[in-house]
């Protein structure tokens, strides 16, 4: 599902460019999901394990997670 009627999410700047395994984030839109670590980014997919929600997929074209200092 497209939530930008006539825009290609290719298009879009993959906003967690910079994160790397391990890093600590928090998910701006789930703050109940807690601080969640970086698994993996391969390219604009990034997979995070979070506190209270678990292993989640996140598209850095639609989200840009929080980095915390750790």
Request: proline fraction near 9%; charged fraction near 25%.
């Amino acid at each position: 599902m497209n939530d930008f009627p006539g825009e290609d999410p290719a298009d879009r700047t993959d906003l967690n460019a910079f994160l790397e395994p391990g890093m600590l984030v928090r998910h701006p839109g789930a703050p109940d999901w807690g601080l969640g670590q970086v698994q993996s980014r391969i390219g604009h997919r990034v997979t995070v394990n979070f506190e209270h929600e678990g292993k989640v997929l996140i598209d850095g074209r639609r989200i840009g997670l929080l980095p915390v200092a750790g």
